[in-house]
């Protein structure tokens, strides 16, 4: 038995196993990403996001003047900041976001606002120079120009570029800034505080990036669906890639490119795939795919799109297998990944289910215990997963559970179930996968038997004979759907319950809660 269930109390794991020899699994592995969190952030329409892997912080800007700060998954601040299209991050320093209407670029550290710097015009794309700590902000005049900031301070030259520039990223390797011109097809290159070179691309050129390890640079041309690839001031090839090719990002480890393709109504959007200045393959992934983000540290490739309400979030593996694909809300607009803590923020315009509010869906990785389950099986199995604190969930698999191979698995779960109901210490979820593509609200050919296991001490304001098991999310109902008790072992401190199939939201989990109790004042009598 693994070594993980030797600190979980044997008195829970022998209750839980009562009942009949089984053939079980405890093997425990680190999950494909999955909803960890989703976070309402009301009638806002969250759209362009940025992480900064050292503070730990995420930022989210919405379409309603707002920007939100994430810390884990949790939202920590709120600031007005009026119509911003942009943010850039200097990680563990400071945090610039423009203004499209022309007032100051708001300037922050952390979660607080300590500086506004007025250039005076309206300002749009920012990337920063983590070498020198100098930010470049674009200024989509005529002619286009680019200002430099450094912190609060901004007595720089002003950095004459090209038409309408759009985009721009900065190599710390070899201190060039890259500044997309819109307007006139170009890219202008940037040293210190003047223009070296001026570099013709494809047309209509969108999006930049560039890999600091190897010197290429990426421009995305919507125009006329291609990739310019630069390096340093010269322009190494333009190379053919899907229909309207937008955001890029960039794995400097393996050396990989992702770009979106956003498809038409005729095309589909795909996922195109390059290394160096060659295109090795396209995925087909999803509709519309707007925004794509990359973690170096594992590999997994993170892409939003969709239209309407058919919102997605696809991530794959560094082999392309689509590990996790996500039905969520409403045209997804960006997403950022945070190496440093392994969870990805992704931008919904709308929640799905006709909420009309904004929401930030919040992935991440846990250890969790996975069990293959097959049709023709004709055993009983069970997998054994450790809840929280280690203390164990046994789900019993009957014979022939389901119609088609699916993968189960389990991970621990500490949710808020205020304000109807109190925690009581014990929380999971429970999830299945069909070929990498999580399956909300999954139903068994025959139901799942559940022992939970719970701690002998129990939080206050709760009694063993007050527990249920429920199903639900922080913030929304928790109910009893799927969920039919079958007993109660009171000594042994196990909870069982049957399941009949698995939530219907992928951020839905199950806990073990008892009711809060009401408080009944007295009911006085008065005379007339």
Not at 216 to 221: I, K
Not at 254 to 280: A, D, F, Q, W
Not at 362 to 390: F, M, W, Y
Not at 472 to 485: K, N, Q, S, V, Y
Request: proline share 7%.
């Amino acid at each position: 038995m693994n070594k993980r269930y030797k600190q979980m109390g044997w008195a829970v794991v022998l209750a839980l196993l009562a009942g009949g020899a089984l053939f079980m699994t405890v093997a425990a592995e680190k999950t494909p990403p999955y909803v960890v969190a989703i976070r309402d952030t009301g009638d806002s329409h969250p759209q362009h996001v940025a992480v900064d892997p050292l503070s730990g912080y995420a930022y989210v800007l919405d379409q309603m003047n707002k920007v939100w700060i994430f810390q884990g998954t949790e939202i920590t601040a709120s600031l007005s900041i009026g119509n911003s299209p942009d943010i850039g991050v200097d990680p563990g320093r400071y945090v610039y976001i423009t203004s499209r209407e022309g007032n100051p670029v708001r300037v922050l550290v952390g979660t607080e606002q300590v500086g506004l710097v007025d250039l005076g015009v309206p300002t749009g794309a920012v990337a920063v120079l983590t070498t020198t700590h100098r930010a470049y902000v674009a200024v989509p005049t005529h002619p286009g120009c680019v200002r430099m900031l450094e912190g609060t301070t901004s007595n720089f030259p002003t950095i004459t570029v090209g038409i309408t520039p759009t985009a721009v990223a900065a190599n710390p390797t070899t201190g060039l800034v890259y500044v997309v011109n819109y307007g006139d097809d170009t890219v202008s290159v940037i040293e210190g505080a003047s223009v070296t070179k001026t570099v013709p691309v494809g047309h209509f050129p969108s999006f930049v990036a560039v890999n600091p390890a190897n010197g290429y640079v990426y421009v995305t041309n919507s125009g006329d669906d291609t990739v310019s690839v630069l390096q340093r001031t010269t322009l190494v090839t333009t190379v053919s890639v899907g229909v309207e090719p937008g955001g890029i990002a960039v794995n400097p480890v393996s050396g990989r490119v992702y770009v979106v393709n956003g498809g038409s109504y005729i095309e589909p959007g795909s996922l195109s795939v390059l290394s160096g200045t060659t295109v090795i393959t396209e995925v087909q992934i999803g509709t519309q795919p707007r925004a794509v983000d990359v973690n170096p540290q594992t590999g997994y490739i993170y892409v939003v799109g969709g239209r309407g309400v058919t919102g997605t979030v696809s991530v794959l593996s560094n082999t392309l297998v689509v590990e996790t694909f996500l039905p969520v809300g409403h045209s997804p607009r960006d997403i950022a990944v945070n190496p440093a803590t392994d969870l990805a923020y992704a931008s919904l315009y709308k929640a799905s289910g006709g909420k009309n509010v904004g929401q930030v869906v919040i992935l991440g990785r846990t250890e969790a215990s996975t069990q293959i389950l097959d049709p023709d099986s004709a055993t009983k199995t069970a997998l054994l997963c450790a809840g929280v604190n280690g203390i164990p969930v046994l789900i019993k698999i009957p014979p022939h559970p389901v119609t088609e191979t699916v993968t189960l698995l389990c991970t621990a779960w500490e949710p808020d179930t205020e304000p109807k109901y109190l925690f009581a210490g014990q929380g999971f979820f429970l999830k299945i996968y069909r070929q990498g593509v999580h399956q909300p609200g999954f139903r068994f050919q025959s139901p799942l038997t559940v022992g939970v296991g719970y701690s002998s001490t129990l939080p206050a304001g709760i009694s063993q004979e007050n527990l249920e098991l429920r199903t639900g999310a922080p913030g929304e109902a928790w109910t009893l759907d799927g969920i039919t008790f079958l007993a109660h072992d009171l000594p042994g401190h196990v909870f069982t319950t049957t399941l009949e199939h698995l939530p219907v939201f992928s951020q839905d989990g199950y806990a073990l809660v008892a009711p809060r109790g009401n408080l009944y004042l007295p009911l006085v009598m008065r005379n007339h």
